[in-house]
T-cell receptor, first 113, second 111 residues
Framework: DTAVSQTPKYLVTQMGNDKSIKCEQN?????MYWYKQDSKKFLKIMFS???????INETVPNRFSPKSPDKAHLNLHINSLELGDSAVYFC????????????FGQGTRLTVV | GNSVTQMEGPVTLSEEAFLTINCTYT??????LFWYVQYPGEGLQLLLK?????DKGSNKGFEATYRKETTSFHLEKGSVQVSDSAVYFC??????????FGTGTRLKVLA
């Protein structure tokens, strides 16, 4: 069973389009995250949700809108895609108590052309 | 602010060489420290962790010791293998729903 799963794995789209990436975790975790990894492998947090509530929004453009219908899902919708949005997007989750490891999805490689 | 600094890569070693990847951190409070590994085309996986000063994390022959006095968490392995080729990330967490990652260090091990 995949613990944190993202779909799609690859996404190629044109500038100006709107797209969504879905993330689901079956670990019973309360906290989920979206990270962006650029071409140099730099990993930057975008959002953090705890029990469906937004906890962290790291000055991400408002074209990016996360949605958490329940604590097992955190989807990322991106409006008006730009070339600079091309990156690998990772979803992650952590258990409810204490500081412990984050479990990552396989990533979604987004290419905007 | 909180931050993690890793040595620039790529690091290229021959098989069975000794590996050190440096990591230092800045944090307000007492973070937990982690090393994650990313194999090509995959997500990040936890390699090891340490939650308090002087703790040593270890896994698969890799080790790192939480040094509060030098704010460091250097990753070491005595004898690397080709299969260790990956990108390694140092990270910290203060338990505030936020992990902060270093820039990653690419390791390439040659047979």
């Amino acid at each position: 069973d995949t613990a944190v799963s993202q779909t799609p794995k690859y996404l190629v789209t044109q500038m100006g389009n709107d797209k969504s990436i879905k993330c689901e975790q079956n670990l019973g975790h309360d906290t989920m995250y979206w990270y962006k990894q650029d071409s140099k492998k730099f990993l930057k947090i975008m959002f953090s949700y705890n029990n469906k509530e937004l906890i962290i929004n790291e000055t991400v453009p408002n074209r990016f809108s996360p949605k958490s219908p329940d604590k097992a899902h955190l989807n990322l919708h991106i409006n008006s895609l730009e070339l600079g949005d091309s990156a690998v997007y990772f979803c992650a989750s952590t258990p409810p108590a204490g500081v412990t490891e984050a479990f990552f999805g396989q990533g979604t490689r987004l290419t905007v052309v | 602010g909180n931050s993690v600094t890793q040595m620039e890569g790529p690091v290229t070693l021959s098989e069975e060489a000794f590996l050190t990847i440096n990591c230092t951190y800045t944090a307000t409070g007492y973070p937990s420290l982690f090393w994650y590994v990313q194999y090509p085309g995959e997500g990040l996986q936890l390699l090891l962790k340490a939650t308090k000063a002087d703790d040593k994390g270890s896994n698969k022959g890799f080790e790192a010791t939480y040094r509060k006095e030098t704010t460091s968490f250097h990753l070491e392995k005595g004898s690397v293998q080709v299969s260790d080729s990956a990108v390694y990330f140092c990270a910290l967490s203060l338990g505030t729903y936020k992990y902060i990652f270093g820039t990653g260090t690419r390791l390439k091990v040659l047979a």
